[in-house]
């Protein structure tokens, strides 16, 4: 693994922001994600023909639909979303989440795992889009390899589960439970050239490059923020213009840390575009993502 220098990584407090999804059906999206997974509607905007609607739980956006229903569907060959995670600080709030999602019948279980640093369920919403719900064990039960940290793909039982954590008054409190975006998982075309950008040109660490075919990063010795595999879309190139992943968010502490960035990109000769709050950049395969400040207001989510 190379090593890196501080003006090289993202801040060790680097987070994600809410993943913005093109969607063709606004109303029936926007329906699924507040039913299934406990969100409430926070911003509704209409610019030219696109309608963006901004939903999350308490004040916490967690996704930006946009409402652009002459584009085609996800072709899931081609780069673009795996899948958005979202992180809940409890195995109560989760267990919540997942039986919400599990009896919304516009919902597809893909399965459960346990990942030793963290348990999780994956779903897919309505239009193809892959959903991790998931919690996060303590770190001190993380297991380290050197600079890597140690992840698997085992059996959890979903019933097990629900009977051990589900919690009526968890449930009943919905959205009132605190979620967040814990990391996003992307597909590519090529692993080498997701490092070079996600790693070497944005600042992530990678932590875990033994999945054949996959590489996991992130900021601060967190077990993934952004992961990369090639699994359904090998040797893909840039992505045509569909329905699906439309903006993929990360969070840094201060402007000092998008100086630092625009400094990586500008002596890798990457292409950018910053108005002093945040930074958007257009990975190998077409996928926009944004590195923005905290504290970001739906106003300004809706205008990226």
Do not use: C, K
Request: glycine share 8%.
């Amino acid at each position: 693994m190379s090593v890196t220098t501080d003006e090289q990584i993202l801040n060790a407090d680097t987070s994600m922001g809410a993943v913005t999804l093109r969607v063709g059906d606004l109303d029936t999206m926007s329906d699924y994600y507040s039913r299934a997974f406990a969100m409430e509607p926070l911003e509704e905007r209409s610019r030219s023909r696109e309608v963006h609607r901004v939903l999350g739980r308490g004040t916490t956006p967690l996704v930006r639909l946009i409402h652009t229903p002459d584009l085609p569907r996800v072709d899931p060959r081609q780069a673009g979303l795996f899948h958005t995670a979202f992180l809940f600080e409890t195995p109560e709030t989760l267990a919540a989440t997942v039986y919400r999602a599990a009896q919304d019948p516009r919902s597809r279980f893909v399965g459960s795992s346990d990942h030793l640093v963290s348990e999780a369920f994956y779903f897919t919403d309505p239009e193809g889009n892959g959903v991790e719900l998931y919690t996060d064990r303590d770190r001190d039960r993380w297991i380290h390899d050197g600079e890597e940290i140690r992840m698997a793909t085992e059996y959890l039982d979903p019933n097990s589960y629900l009977q051990n954590h589900l919690n009526q008054r968890v449930l009943d409190a919905g959205p009132a439970e605190a979620g967040a975006v814990g990391h996003v998982h992307l597909q590519v075309g090529d692993v080498q050239t997701a490092r070079t950008f996600y790693v070497d040109a944005l600042g992530f660490a990678a932590t875990q490059t033994g999945y054949p075919g996959a590489l996991f990063a992130s900021a601060g010795g967190y077990h993934h923020h952004i992961a990369m595999n090639v699994w359904n879309s090998r040797g893909s190139g840039p992505r045509a213009a569909s329905l699906g992943l439309g903006d993929v968010a990360v969070t840094v502490p201060d402007v000092a840390d998008l100086e630092s960035l625009t400094a990586r990109l500008a002596a890798t000769s990457i292409p950018f575009a910053g108005d002093g709050r945040s930074v958007t950049v257009t990975d190998p395969w077409g996928t926009q993502v944004t590195i923005g400040l905290p504290d970001l207001s739906v106003d300004e989510l809706i205008a990226r």
